[in-house]
T-cell receptor
Framework: GDSVTQMEGPVTLSEEAFLTINCTYT??????LFWYVQYPGEGLQLLLK?????DKGSNKGFEATYRKETTSFHLEKGSVQVSDSAVYFCALSNYMEYGNKLVFGAGTILRVKS | KAGVTQTPRYLIKTRGQQVTLSCSPISGHRSVSWYQQTPGQGLQFLFE???????NKGNFPGRFSGRQFSNSRSEMNVSTLELGDSALYLC????????????FGPGTRLLVL
């Protein structure tokens, strides 16, 4: 079945450091790819999405590019802030699976120190 | 536009009881999905409803069930609660039914004692 693999955390960075969180996927067909973020005590917020190969999703300084040749969707940010501390989830939605079902990675905890 | 709302936000139940959780989707959204989040298993898909019909179901026992009403609001029910059912239950809504972006509510945290 479809699956998503994320780099394990926690990832600890100093403020203004560069962030990369790796995400790779296994799926048949042409899935859509997502990054969601979860702050303590809250639900998931959509951070960005990409629906086809070579699409770049971007939001709030975060970017990710859909790479079909490497089946990857790595999350990057040029300069992190303390307020970016949260759990980040990579996910896919595969129309061949029927419907909007999301398959999630395990999540990566990000801690940013001031 | 108001987001996805879930009630109650917190629940404490004992083993063997049953529980019903409620979800109101974003206005105009017709699809509602439910997910269970636990530290051990992560985020797992429970089921998705669209136009009052269950369209997809995850690998959960029959104790987990749901329904959707004509106004797109959804409920999920867990019968004969087990300790392992303690989790954050998240509801997500989307506009349509095929590869649409899902927007999540704040979740209901269920503790089974």
């Amino acid at each position: 079945g479809d699956s998503v693999t994320q780099m394990e955390g926690p990832v600890t960075l100093s403020e203004e450091a560069f962030l990369t969180i790796n995400c790779t996927y296994t799926a048949t067909g042409y899935p859509s790819l997502f990054w969601y973020v979860q702050y303590p005590g809250e639900g998931l917020q959509l951070l960005l999405k990409a629906t086809k190969a070579d699409d770049k999703g971007s939001n709030k300084g975060f970017e990710a590019t859909y790479r079909k040749e490497t089946t990857s969707f790595h999350l990057e940010k040029g300069s992190v802030q303390v307020s970016d501390s949260a759990v980040y989830f990579c996910a896919l939605s595969n129309y061949m699976e029927y419907g909007n079902k999301l398959v999630f990675g395990a999540g990566t905890i990000l801690r940013v120190k001031s | 536009k108001a987001g996805v709302t879930q009630t109650p936000r917190y629940l404490i139940k004992t083993r063997g009881q049953q529980v019903t959780l409620s979800c109101s989707p974003i206005s105009g959204h017709r699809s509602v999905s439910w997910y269970q989040q636990t530290p051990g298993q992560g985020l797992q898909f429970l089921f998705e409803y669209f136009s009052e019909t269950q369209r997809n179901k995850g690998n959960f026992p029959g104790r987990f069930s749901g329904r959707q009403f004509s106004n797109s609001r959804s409920e999920m029910n867990v019968s004969t609660l087990e300790l392992g059912d303690s989790a954050l239950y998240l509801c997500a809504s989307s506009l349509g039914f095929r590869q649409e972006t899902q927007y999540f509510g704040p979740g209901t945290r269920l503790l089974v004692l």
